[in-house]
C-alpha cells in the first residue's frame, strides 16, 4: 500500500489558473514520486467568487469547481470539500476524511491555507508551506502571538524566501521556527510545446493593485502591492523595440490609460486566467516574461521567486524579473536575468533577442535542473527526513517495513523517479542522478551459495556496458539486491568505457568475487562484446541484459520458467520501453511504483506468453542447447541495431519459438547508449548501414515493428482520427508522425501521409539526422501537397529533440489544436512565415 500525502490549498477560495497550476504541480509531483495524493480543502472560508449571489449553494458550487478541475487530472476520487461553517462534507465522507488524516504520512499545508485544527494536526505531520514570504516573519520578530500560536502546532516548516537566514537578507530570522527553503515544483511536461510558439511580446499575469497588505518593519512600510515597482520602471517601453504586455486584473481604467501612454499594452487577465488551457497558451505565446516583484521581497531581499515565472522557464521563454535576491541561489545569465536598473532591463533585452534560441535553452535548463518537481520534492523530503525523521523511514512501507524487522533498506529507494527527463539521447532527472552516484558497491540480499562444482551455474547474466554509469550502478543495485548471486554466474563486458565505469566494476568484482569483469580497450560493439561473454559463459540458461534496465524480484525465475518448454528458443520479457508489441503500457514513476506493477502483472498474467515476430536484446533468454545450435550474435550489426531481428529470424529458421512473457516485466531506460549517438548524428548513420546488412543478408525489405494495441493505444487512434475530422477538411493530407502504423494514418477521407517516409510513401523506419533534416523532409511533403502536421502525443518528443522543427513550426505552420492526450495539430501554411 503506498504511503498517501494530503495536500491543504483553496482551489475554491481562489479559483484562477496560476493558483491551479501551482496547487496541481504539488499533487502530481507527489504522485509521480510514488504517493498516493490527496487534495483537501477545509478552511471554513466561503467561495464567494464561485458564487453569483447570497442564495447560492457555495459549498456545492466549490465541490463541482474541484470535481471538474481535479478529475481532469486523475485525482476525481482523491479530493474532499469541507464546508467548515455548515458541516457539510463532498467527495468523502467525514468518516474517511478523518481516516486520511490520521493515516497520512505527510501533510502540508500549502500557502498556510488551513487552521492547524487537532484533526490536522493529531500525527505530528502537518508541515507549514508558504509561498509568499516576509508576513509571518516580521509578525514573529513583533511577537505576534496569534502567529506563534498558528505555527507551533505545525512539524516543520518551508518558505519560497530562500535567502532567509543568509547574507544579505533583511527578512528577520525566526529564532523558534527553523524554516526551510523550497520553492515551486513544475511538471516539466505541462508546459512543453504550449501556444502558438514563441510571440513578439514580452508579457506577464497578474494584480495591479493589493493595497491591503503593506508590512511595517522596523518603522518603514513594505508594499504587497506590484503597481509601485511597476511605477519605478514605467519608462520602460519607449526604451524598447519589443513590444511589452501586461495581463491584469485588480486594476482601473486610469491605471490602463496610464500604462498605455507609456507604451504598455494592457489587457484584462479575466478573459483567460479562468481557464487553464487559455491561461498556459498566454504563457506558452510569450517571447519571454517581464515582471517586477512585491516592494518587501525586493527591499529585504527575501529571495522569492515567482511560481508563474517558474512555469515560463519551464515552457522555454526567458524571463527578466525584479531583483530579489534570487540570483544569490539561481543562475543567471541565460535564459533568466534579475534586474535592479532600467539599464539591467534593456540590456537583458537586447541579450535575449540577440540570441534568443539559446536563451531559450537556458530557460528549459534551469527549469529542468532547479524547478523540476523531483529536484524540488525530493529536497523537501530530504530535509523534512532531517527535522522529522520518522517521514524518512516512512516513505514507503516495504523501506518501513525492512527497517521494523531490522533489515537494511534497499538498495534502491522507493520513491527515486525512473522516468527520464528527455529522450535521444535518455536524461534522467538530476536527483535520480545523484542517487545513484552516491549508491555504495550494492550486496546481494539473498543467501550467496556459491555454484554446484560439479553441475554449475544454473544460468548465466551477460551485461555489456559503454559508459552510463549512473545506470550500471542503478542495474546492478536492483541485479544483486533481487535475486541474483552466486549461484548464477554474471559477467559483465565493458566496451572502453571513459566514465569511471571500468574503476566501479573492478570494485563490484572485489566484492564480489563471483563477479566476471571483461574490460575492453576500445568499443567492439554490441554483438562482439556479448558474444564474448557467452563463450565464457558457462550457466545451462543464457541471459543478456542491458544496463540500463531495473529487474524486480522474479524476473530470473519467470523466464527460465517458460524456457521449459522445448519449441520455445527465445524469450523476453514485457516493458515500459522498446521498439515493438513487447511494450506495454506502464503508468509509474518511481521505482517503487516499478516493483509493485511488476509484481501485480506477475500475479495477473501468470503463465501467459505470445508470439512474437523479434525480441530486443535489452533483455532475453535462451537456452545453452538452443545457442550452440543458432551460433553467436552477427558481429557485421557494427556498435548496434539489427542484430535481435537477425537472432530472431535465425532461432525461428532452427526450428524454434520466438516468445514474449507477459507475466514477466522489466523496466527499460532505452537509449542509454545508442541514444548518445543521436548528438553527433552517427545514429542514422549506423540504422541506415546496418539496415542494408541485413536486408542483404535475409534478402529482402525490412518492415518496421508493430506495437501492441492496447485500450490506450486504440483510445489514441480514434481521438486523433476524431481531431483531424473536426478541423481538416476532406481531402487534405495531412502528415503523421507515425511510426509506421497504418491505422494512425487512416483518417476518414483527409489522406494521411507517413513521416518520415521513403519514395512510395511508406514509413522509413529511419529518424532525420538533425532538426534541419525533419524540416527539409517536412516542407518536401508540403511541396508535394500536404497541408497538415499531425504530431502524436507518442511522438511530442519530436518537438523537444529536433528544435529547428519545432521553431519552423512556429514561424511556417499554424497550430490548429493541441490536446494533452492526443497530440498538436498544425497547419502548413503557405507563403511564408507565419504571424
Same mark, same amino acid.
Not at 403 to 411: I, N, T, V, Y
Not at 523 to 549: H, K, P, S
Given at each position: 500500500?503506498?504511503?498517501?500525502? &494530503?495536500? #491543504?490549498?483553496?482551489?475554491? !477560495?481562489?479559483?484562477?489558473?496560476?493558483?491551479?497550476?501551482?496547487?496541481?504541480?504539488?499533487?502530481?509531483?507527489?504522485?509521480?514520486?510514488?504517493?498516493?495524493?490527496?487534495?483537501?480543502?477545509? !478552511?471554513?472560508?466561503?467561495?464567494?467568487?464561485?458564487?453569483?449571489?447570497?442564495?447560492?449553494?457555495?459549498?456545492?458550487?466549490?465541490?463541482?469547481?474541484?470535481?471538474?478541475?481535479?478529475?481532469?487530472?486523475?485525482?476525481?476520487?482523491?479530493?474532499?470539500?469541507?464546508?467548515?461553517?455548515? =458541516?457539510?462534507?463532498?467527495?468523502?465522507?467525514?468518516?474517511?476524511?478523518?481516516?486520511?488524516?490520521?493515516?497520512?504520512?505527510?501533510?502540508?499545508?500549502?500557502?498556510?491555507?488551513?487552521?492547524?485544527?487537532?484533526?490536522?494536526?493529531?500525527?505530528?505531520?502537518?508541515?507549514?508551506?508558504?509561498?509568499?514570504?516576509?508576513?509571518?516573519?516580521?509578525?514573529?520578530? !513583533?511577537?505576534?502571538?496569534?502567529?506563534?500560536?498558528?505555527?507551533?502546532?505545525?512539524? *516543520?516548516?518551508?518558505?519560497?524566501?530562500?535567502?532567509?537566514g543568509r547574507p544579505g537578507c533583511l527578512v528577520p530570522e525566526p529564532e523558534r521556527f527553523r524554516f526551510h527553503p523550497t520553492r515551486q515544483p513544475v511538471i516539466l511536461d505541462f508546459w512543453?510545446?504550449?501556444?502558438?510558439?514563441?510571440?513578439?511580446?514580452?508579457?506577464?499575469? =497578474?494584480?495591479?493593485?493589493?493595497?491591503? $497588505?503593506?508590512?511595517?518593519?522596523?518603522?518603514?512600510?513594505?508594499?504587497?502591492?506590484?503597481?509601485?515597482?511597476?511605477?519605478?520602471?514605467?519608462?520602460?517601453?519607449?526604451?524598447?523595440?519589443?513590444?511589452?504586455?501586461?495581463?491584469?486584473?485588480?486594476?482601473?481604467?486610469?491605471?490602463?490609460?496610464?500604462?498605455?501612454?507609456?507604451?504598455?499594452?494592457?489587457?484584462?487577465?479575466?478573459?483567460?486566467?479562468?481557464?487553464?488551457?487559455?491561461?498556459?497558451?498566454?504563457?506558452?505565446?510569450?517571447?519571454?516574461?517581464?515582471?517586477?516583484?512585491?516592494?518587501?521581497?525586493?527591499?529585504?531581499?527575501?529571495?522569492?521567486?515567482?511560481?508563474?515565472?517558474?512555469?515560463?522557464?519551464?515552457?522555454?521563454?526567458?524571463?527578466?524579473?525584479?531583483?530579489?535576491?534570487?540570483?544569490?541561489?539561481?543562475?543567471?545569465?541565460?535564459?533568466?536575468?534579475?534586474?535592479?536598473?532600467?539599464?539591467?532591463?534593456?540590456?537583458?533585452?537586447?541579450?535575449?533577442?540577440?540570441?534568443?534560441?539559446?536563451?531559450?535553452?537556458?530557460?528549459?535548463?534551469?527549469?529542468?535542473?532547479?524547478?523540476?518537481?523531483?529536484?524540488?520534492?525530493?529536497?523537501? #523530503?530530504?530535509?523534512?527526513?532531517?527535522?522529522?525523521?520518522?517521514?524518512?523511514?516512512?516513505?514507503?512501507?516495504?523501506?518501513?517495513?525492512?527497517?521494523?524487522?531490522?533489515?537494511?533498506?534497499?538498495?534502491?529507494?522507493?520513491?527515486?523517479?525512473?522516468?527520464?527527463?528527455?529522450?535521444?539521447?535518455?536524461?534522467?532527472?538530476?536527483?535520480?542522478?545523484?542517487?545513484? *552516484?552516491?549508491?555504495?558497491?550494492?550486496?546481494?540480499?539473498?543467501?550467496?551459495?556459491?555454484?554446484?562444482?560439479?553441475?554449475?551455474?544454473?544460468?548465466?547474466?551477460?551485461?555489456?556496458? !559503454?559508459?552510463?554509469?549512473?545506470?550500471?550502478?542503478?542495474?546492478?543495485?536492483?541485479?544483486?539486491?533481487?535475486?541474483?548471486?552466486?549461484?548464477?554466474?554474471?559477467?559483465?563486458?565493458?566496451?572502453?568505457?571513459?566514465?569511471?565505469?571500468?574503476?566501479?566494476?573492478?570494485?563490484?568484482?572485489?566484492?564480489?568475487?563471483?563477479?566476471?569483469?571483461?574490460?575492453?580497450?576500445?568499443?567492439?560493439?554490441?554483438?562482439?562484446?556479448?558474444?564474448?561473454?557467452?563463450?565464457?559463459?558457462?550457466?545451462?540458461?543464457?541471459?543478456?541484459?542491458?544496463?540500463?534496465?531495473? &529487474?524486480?524480484?522474479?524476473?530470473?525465475?519467470?523466464?527460465?520458467?517458460?524456457?521449459?518448454?522445448?519449441?520455445?528458443?527465445?524469450?523476453?520479457?514485457?516493458?515500459?520501453?522498446?521498439?515493438?508489441?513487447?511494450?506495454?503500457?506502464?503508468?509509474?514513476?518511481?521505482?517503487?511504483?516499478?516493483?509493485?506493477?511488476?509484481?501485480?502483472?506477475?500475479?495477473?498474467?501468470?503463465?501467459?506468453?505470445?508470439?512474437?515476430?523479434?525480441?530486443?536484446?535489452?533483455?532475453?533468454?535462451? $537456452?545453452?542447447?538452443?545457442?550452440?545450435?543458432?551460433?553467436?550474435?552477427?558481429?557485421?550489426?557494427?556498435?548496434?541495431?539489427?542484430?535481435?531481428?537477425?537472432?530472431?529470424?535465425?532461432?525461428?529458421?532452427?526450428?524454434?519459438?520466438?516468445?514474449?512473457?507477459?507475466?514477466?516485466?522489466?523496466?527499460?531506460?532505452?537509449?542509454?547508449?545508442?541514444?548518445?549517438?543521436?548528438?553527433?548524428?552517427?545514429?542514422?548513420?549506423?540504422?541506415?548501414?546496418?539496415? =542494408?546488412?541485413?536486408?542483404?543478408?535475409?534478402? =529482402?525489405?525490412?518492415?518496421?515493428?508493430?506495437?501492441?494495441?492496447?485500450?490506450?493505444?486504440?483510445?489514441?487512434?480514434?481521438?486523433?482520427?476524431?481531431?483531424?475530422?473536426?478541423?481538416?477538411?476532406?481531402?487534405?493530407?495531412? &502528415?503523421?508522425?507515425?511510426?509506421?502504423?497504418?491505422?494512425? &494514418?487512416?483518417?476518414?477521407?483527409?489522406?494521411?501521409?507517413?513521416?518520415?517516409?521513403?519514395?512510395?510513401?511508406?514509413?522509413?523506419?529511419?529518424?532525420?539526422?538533425?532538426?534541419?533534416?525533419?524540416?527539409?523532409?517536412?516542407?518536401?511533403?508540403?511541396?508535394?501537397?500536404?497541408?497538415?502536421?499531425?504530431?502524436?502525443?507518442?511522438?511530442?518528443?519530436?518537438?523537444?529533440?529536433?528544435?529547428?522543427?519545432?521553431?519552423?513550426?512556429?514561424?511556417?505552420?499554424?497550430?490548429?489544436?493541441?490536446?494533452?492526450?492526443?497530440?498538436?495539430?498544425?497547419?502548413?501554411?503557405?507563403?511564408?512565415?507565419? *504571424?
Open positions: 500500500m503506498k504511503e498517501s500525502v &494530503v495536500i #491543504l490549498g483553496f482551489l475554491s !477560495h481562489f479559483p484562477v489558473a496560476g493558483v491551479a497550476w501551482q496547487t496541481l504541480h504539488y499533487l502530481e509531483g507527489f504522485r509521480r514520486l510514488g504517493y498516493d495524493v490527496h487534495y483537501v480543502e477545509a !478552511h471554513g472560508c466561503t467561495p464567494s467568487k464561485l458564487m453569483r449571489s447570497r442564495t447560492d449553494d457555495g459549498p456545492a458550487l466549490a465541490a463541482g469547481h474541484l470535481a471538474g478541475l481535479l478529475g481532469r487530472f486523475g485525482f476525481g476520487d482523491r479530493w474532499a470539500y469541507h464546508a467548515l461553517y455548515e =458541516g457539510r462534507t463532498f467527495g468523502k465522507t467525514p468518516a474517511q476524511l478523518r481516516d486520511l488524516f490520521r493515516s497520512a504520512s505527510l501533510i502540508i499545508n500549502l500557502h498556510g491555507s488551513h487552521v492547524p485544527t487537532a484533526e490536522l494536526t493529531a500525527t505530528n505531520r502537518l508541515v507549514y508551506l508558504e509561498t509568499d514570504p516576509v508576513d509571518v516573519q516580521v509578525d514573529l520578530y !513583533h511577537g505576534r502571538r496569534e502567529t506563534f500560536d498558528y505555527l507551533a502546532p505545525h512539524c *516543520a516548516f518551508f518558505t519560497y524566501g530562500e535567502n532567509l512543453e510545446d504550449h501556444g502558438a510558439g514563441p510571440g513578439g511580446a514580452l508579457t506577464t499575469v =497578474g494584480n495591479w493593485r493589493q493595497p491591503w $497588505r503593506s508590512t511595517t518593519y522596523k518603522g518603514e512600510v513594505y508594499s504587497w502591492s506590484k503597481h509601485v515597482e511597476f511605477h519605478k520602471v514605467i519608462g520602460l517601453p519607449r526604451r524598447l523595440s519589443q513590444p511589452v504586455e501586461l495581463a491584469l486584473s485588480s486594476f482601473g481604467p486610469e491605471d490602463q490609460e496610464l500604462l498605455e501612454s507609456h507604451g504598455w499594452r494592457v489587457r484584462r487577465a479575466d478573459g483567460f486566467s479562468h481557464d487553464l488551457d487559455e491561461y498556459r497558451n498566454y504563457i506558452g505565446g510569450s517571447r519571454g516574461e517581464f515582471t517586477v516583484a512585491k516592494e518587501q521581497n525586493v527591499r529585504l531581499r527575501s529571495g522569492w521567486f515567482s511560481d508563474r515565472a517558474a512555469t515560463y522557464l519551464a515552457a522555454g521563454r526567458p524571463v527578466i524579473t525584479q531583483e530579489t535576491g534570487f540570483s544569490d541561489i539561481l543562475p543567471v545569465g541565460e535564459g533568466l536575468f534579475g534586474f535592479t536598473t532600467m539599464e539591467d532591463i534593456v540590456g537583458a533585452v537586447t541579450e535575449i533577442n540577440g540570441d534568443y534560441e539559446r536563451h531559450q535553452r537556458g530557460a528549459r535548463r534551469i527549469a529542468h535542473e532547479c524547478f523540476s518537481h523531483d529536484v524540488v520534492l525530493t529536497r523537501m #523530503l530530504r530535509d523534512l527526513g532531517i527535522t522529522w525523521p520518522e517521514l524518512a523511514r516512512s516513505q514507503s512501507a516495504a523501506r518501513a517495513r525492512l527497517e521494523r524487522q531490522g533489515e537494511p533498506a534497499p538498495a534502491i529507494p522507493p520513491g527515486l523517479v525512473v522516468t527520464p527527463i528527455g529522450r535521444w539521447p535518455t536524461r534522467l532527472p538530476e536527483e535520480t542522478l545523484t542517487a545513484a *552516484a552516491g549508491m555504495p558497491v550494492p550486496s546481494p540480499l539473498a543467501d550467496p551459495s556459491p555454484a554446484d562444482p560439479i553441475s554449475g551455474p544454473t544460468a548465466s547474466l551477460v551485461m555489456v556496458t !559503454h559508459n552510463g554509469l549512473a545506470y550500471t550502478r542503478l542495474c546492478l543495485a536492483s541485479l544483486l539486491s533481487a535475486d541474483w548471486t552466486s549461484g548464477d554466474e554474471l559477467i559483465v563486458v565493458d566496451n572502453g568505457s571513459t566514465d569511471g565505469t571500468p574503476d566501479y566494476l573492478e570494485a563490484v568484482r572485489a566484492a564480489h568475487p563471483w563477479v566476471q569483469v571483461i574490460l575492453n580497450p576500445h568499443n567492439a560493439g554490441f554483438a562482439a562484446a556479448n558474444n564474448q561473454g557467452l563463450e565464457r559463459a558457462a550457466g545451462g540458461v543464457l541471459i543478456l541484459l542491458n544496463n540500463d534496465t531495473l &529487474v524486480p524480484p522474479g524476473w530470473r525465475d519467470g523466464l527460465v520458467g517458460h524456457l521449459a518448454d522445448p519449441t520455445v528458443g527465445l524469450v523476453g520479457p514485457v516493458t515500459n520501453r522498446t521498439c515493438n508489441e513487447a511494450q506495454i503500457d506502464a503508468p509509474y514513476h518511481t521505482h517503487g511504483g516499478m516493483l509493485d506493477f511488476a509484481a501485480g502483472r506477475a500475479g495477473e498474467e501468470r503463465g501467459r506468453v505470445g508470439e512474437i515476430p523479434m525480441l530486443a536484446m535489452f533483455c532475453v533468454a535462451f $537456452r545453452r542447447e538452443v545457442w550452440r545450435r543458432v551460433g553467436p550474435l552477427d558481429e557485421q550489426f557494427e556498435i548496434g541495431m539489427f542484430e535481435d531481428d537477425d537472432y530472431s529470424r535465425r532461432i525461428r529458421a532452427a526450428g524454434f519459438r520466438v516468445v514474449c512473457a507477459e507475466d514477466v516485466f522489466v523496466h527499460h531506460f532505452g537509449q542509454a547508449s545508442l541514444g548518445e549517438l543521436c548528438a553527433t548524428g552517427d545514429y542514422d548513420r549506423v540504422l541506415a548501414a546496418n539496415r =542494408g546488412r541485413f536486408e542483404l543478408k535475409w534478402g =529482402g525489405s525490412w518492415r518496421p515493428h508493430g506495437r501492441r494495441v492496447t485500450r490506450e493505444y486504440q483510445q489514441l487512434r480514434t481521438r486523433a482520427r476524431e481531431l483531424t475530422l473536426a478541423h481538416v477538411p476532406v481531402g487534405a493530407p495531412v &502528415v503523421v508522425i507515425s511510426k509506421g502504423d497504418e491505422q494512425l &494514418v487512416d483518417l476518414d477521407g483527409r489522406p494521411g501521409w507517413h513521416f518520415p517516409q521513403v519514395a512510395g510513401g511508406s514509413y522509413s523506419g529511419i529518424y532525420p539526422a538533425d532538426g534541419a533534416g525533419a524540416v527539409a523532409e517536412l516542407e518536401a511533403l508540403r511541396a508535394s501537397g500536404a497541408r497538415y502536421f499531425l504530431v502524436p502525443q507518442p511522438a511530442s518528443w519530436w518537438l523537444e529533440y529536433y528544435t529547428g522543427l519545432r521553431d519552423h513550426l512556429a514561424r511556417f505552420a499554424r497550430l490548429v489544436v493541441r490536446d494533452a492526450a492526443v497530440g498538436s495539430l498544425y497547419a502548413l501554411e503557405t507563403g511564408g512565415v507565419h *504571424a
